[in-house]
């Protein structure tokens, strides 16, 4: 067993998951810029000077594109449903202009909700990985990518004319549907032999409701919520020590005191109380 005082806080891991699904999203982008860069250099359809003179423009767009910092804004901002598919159009245009793979676009209806920036953002990086997952089965020719709206959701289809051999257990999906759940997400995987493949993705919009918890029904001091909520976290007593800058004497009187005002006998009592809260009729 991990020594207490060596766990990582919540805040820390929160960070580190966060820079680990910016890296992945830069790979991604990353990885699409070079399929396209290698697909305009191979094409036959182009001189080699026609070819240099795209991949340079295609080169410096993606240069300005890691330079630009508004993905640092897109959990704040919100992107029309057509702007958003648009992107992503833009995104894969080299690909599909010059690739041995045809993409088709199926445009969202004008009409649809904006979506959250980091909605937006994650669905773009959802249909680039799964074209690049064609891209690299080297089975398909053809992918159709559709997206709509239902007011509640952002619904994404994505279908190849492959042997119709993926399952949702693929490696190739893996990241997929951990950004899919990471969203609270459904990932739908369907393929017929020799027919093709389907993902169908639905995305909320709307971001889940937070455990309400028992700070909302005892009176409590702002410290003693703070504490509670790490408590029910998960969050050691260093943890809690190292994220509120208290002493670990401090946080375990604090704990006392939540123990006795909720009538719990335990650490895990006391979260599992301040997580039940929200079950609760006349609660919200």
């Known amino acids: 067993m991990v020594p207490e005082d060596l766990l990582p806080s919540p805040a820390s891991r929160q960070l580190v998951h966060e820079h680990a699904r910016a890296i992945a999203e830069q790979a991604d982008r990353h990885a699409v ?75 969202p209806p004008t009409t ?37 709206c239902d007011g509640l959701n952002l619904l994404i289809g994505i279908r190849d004319d492959g042997q119709g051999e993926l399952t949702v257990h693929d490696d190739s999906l893996r990241p997929i549907a951990e950004r899919v759940a990471s969203l609270n997400g459904e990932l739908t995987v369907s393929a017929v032999a020799g027919w093709g493949s389907s993902l169908d993705i639905r995305l909320p919009l709307d971001p889940p409701v937070e455990p309400q918890l ?15 909520s790490l408590v029910s976290s998960g969050a050691r007593n260093r943890e809690i020590a190292i994220e509120l800058a208290i002493s670990e004497n401090t946080v375990k009187f604090h704990v006392s005191n939540l123990l006795a005002k909720a009538g719990a006998r335990s650490r895990g009592e006391l979260a599992a109380l301040a997580r039940s809260v929200q079950s609760r009729p006349g609660t919200q």
Do not use: Y
């Open 33 to 107: 810029t070079l399929e396209s860069l290698l697909a305009m250099l191979r094409s036959t359809r182009l001189e080699d000077r026609a070819a240099r003179t795209m991949a340079i423009d295609v080169a410096t767009t993606a240069l300005v594109g890691l330079r630009m910092v508004t993905d640092q804004q897109r959990s704040t901002t919100l992107e029309p449903v057509v702007g958003a598919f648009a992107r992503l159009r833009n995104d894969l245009r080299p690909l599909a202009r010059f690739g041995k793979l045809d993409v088709q676009f199926v445009e």
């Open 112 to 148: 649809g909700r904006a979506l959250p920036g980091e909605v937006a953002h994650a669905a773009r990086a959802i249909v680039r990985s799964a074209v690049l997952a064609f891209v690299d089965s080297g089975q398909s020719q053809r992918v159709r990518i559709q997206w709509d």
């Open 214 to 228: 028992l700070a909302d029904t005892v009176e409590l001091s702002q410290r003693e919520r703070e504490v509670l």
